[in-house]
């Protein structure tokens, strides 16, 4: 219930300034807003949808949707829905197929190569759909558009952890499943797609349809990794790991590269350590440090 009333708020804010579509004129081939609607006189497509959540027209949707991380790509789309349900995916989806209109979801746009921005289409602002449905004592399921980074504040008191996470957590589920997932526990438990356990994901057809290991396991090996082209994820049920109490973070620094090398290997084949990780760094003198992390449950002592 809280993750539907904090949608509803979030759907409230979004209305403050922002222009919402009320139509689509099939002979123009443009979005017709509220405010037009009354004195538009040109044909109206018949079907299009009634949303729970919001399709905004207005230049600054557009140009929200327009920018990512890597600030290199924009590509501005003619609209951004806000959903407020996955029935609106699917409902956009299928209007966009009927006529013409290309889609693209958004996560939290860390994509460096607009990979999440389309073009004169529409773009799926996810993070409308960010509820957690349910965490037992292996798995949770949860909306696409949550973030890691809130489904850990639900977990880590219950003692329990998804087995791999990216270093930015607030990342979404969806986004980083649409991508991969590589983590520094990937080297012990595999990047975050071999660690989820059933997708449902709005096909290009406008279906909503569920697939796991062992149903529709083509559509579900496709979704993984797909970048989005093979559906969108729009729910997730993901596994769930035992969390130690307490960690303890070691860190080393090398000015030889090789023996970096040689030391991280040999971490990873050592067994203990849960995470494993390295960085190159300036010294500030012109040169490079190397930088070992590894993480391990507080009761193993290890010698720096």
Known sequence: MSGEISRRTFLRGTLAGAIVVA????????WVSAA?????????AEDFPNFDGVLLLDDASRAAAADDFGHLVHREPLAVLKPGSVSDVVKLVRFARRNDIQVAARGQAHSTQGQSQVEAGVVIDMATLASIHEINATNALVDGGTRWLDLLAQTIPQGLTPPTLVDFLELTVGGTLSLGGIG??????????????ELEVVTGKGELVSCSPTHNVALFDAARSGLGQFGLIVRARVRLIAAP??????QAFYSSLPAFLSDLERLIDDGRFDTVQG???QDGAGSWLYQLERLAPDEIRCQQ
Do not use: C, I, K, M
């Open 23 to 30: 139509g689509f004129d099939t002979g123009l081939r443009s």
């Open 36 to 44: 037009e609607l009354e004195h538009h006189e040109t044909a109206l």
């Open 184 to 197: 520094s526990q990937a080297f012990r438990h595999g990047p975050n797609v071999d660690n989820v356990l």
């Open 245 to 250: 109490p307490n960690a303890r973070l070691y």
């Open 279 to 281: 960085f190159a760094v």
